[in-house]
């Protein structure tokens, strides 16, 4: 099989792509977006070819903890420059973090385990995310000068 052959066999192992509809208008915050979304790739990706559980935990944990320090950014500018959703936004982002931490355990114990539904789930929320809730803050900080 040619090299060519081979590319187009092989499955997607993207579950989400980057697209301007993501995009905040706020270089650094759409930099921790891509990210995200480059972890949550990469999760799908070690599912789809059936790598073993340290590498998916690790891949996990690290989705995990990038997921805390985006928020902890974003709930530091809200905060900084007196976002009216401020609240709202930040009980989004502790509803989020701890299913995420709760997904981080059961796989950790072995109850859960990483499959399509769990990578849905995971693509569903950081997209409903970014286009259903910070695209809310996203005027304010940018007309305070933020990048």
Not at 11 to 29: E, F, H, L, M, N
Request: charged share 20%; net charge positive.
């Amino acid at each position: 099989m040619s090299m060519e052959g081979a590319l187009k066999t092989r499955p997607a192992t993207k579950v989400v792509s980057w697209c301007d509809q993501y995009s905040v208008g706020i270089a650094s915050i759409d930099a921790e977006h891509q990210k995200l979304i480059g972890l949550i790739n990469d999760l799908h990706a070690a599912m789809l070819e059936g790598q073993g559980k340290a590498v998916m935990g690790k891949i996990l944990d690290g989705l995990a903890a990038y997921t805390v320090s985006h928020f902890a950014n974003e709930e530091k500018l809200m905060r900084l420059h007196r976002y009216p959703g401020f609240e709202r936004h930040k009980a989004e982002h502790d509803k989020l973090t701890e299913k995420v931490k709760v997904l981080q355990l059961n796989f950790r114990e072995g109850t859960v385990i990483i499959t399509v539904h769990v990578m849905t789930f995971l693509q569903s929320w950081l997209v409903g995310h970014i286009v259903g809730m910070d695209k809310q803050y996203a005027a304010l900080l940018r007309a305070a000068g933020v990048k």
